[in-house]
């Protein structure tokens, strides 16, 4: 028989999981608040001798699994954004230069 809160915990990992995939940051985000009420009640019963370690043991490996690949994610997100824009800098600065050699008065 399966515990209710154990469901609670893979469904939001799924969630979790789904919403990395698709990259959905704002889900992510409204996702993560939801870990501490979910998990906590489970750690509750565990304190309490109402749970088998094992079962809680693999869903908190579980999280933490996906917290390492969303924390990789949003690491490439970041250098990828990052990228971008020097890109977008480096175009300003040549538009820049353009504009600066186009718009001299000759001697």
Same mark, same amino acid.
């Given at each position: 028989?399966?515990?209710? *809160?154990?469901? /609670? ?6 969630? &979790? ?5 698709? #990259? ?7 996702? !993560?608040?939801?870990?501490? %009420?979910?998990? @906590?009640p489970v750690? /509750?019963? &565990?304190? /309490? ?5 094992e079962p ?12 390492? *690949?969303?924390? !990789? ?5 970041? /250098? @990828?954004?990052? #990228? ?15 504009? !600066?050699?186009?718009?001299? %008065?000759? #001697?």
């Amino acid at each position: 028989m399966t515990d209710d *809160r154990f469901d /609670a915990i893979d469904t939001l990992i799924d969630h &979790l999981e789904t919403a990395l995939s698709e #990259k959905d940051w704002d889900e992510l985000s409204r996702l !993560n608040q939801l870990v501490r %009420p979910t998990i @906590e009640p489970v750690m /509750a019963a &565990l304190e /309490a001798g109402e749970l088998d370690a094992e079962p809680v043991r693999e869903r908190l490996a579980g999280l933490q699994t996906f917290c390492d *690949r969303a924390n !990789n994610s949003a690491m490439d997100a970041k /250098a @990828e954004a990052r #990228k971008a824009l020097e890109g977008i800098n480096q175009n300003r600065s040549a538009a820049r230069a353009y504009q !600066n050699v186009s718009g001299s %008065p000759q #001697k």
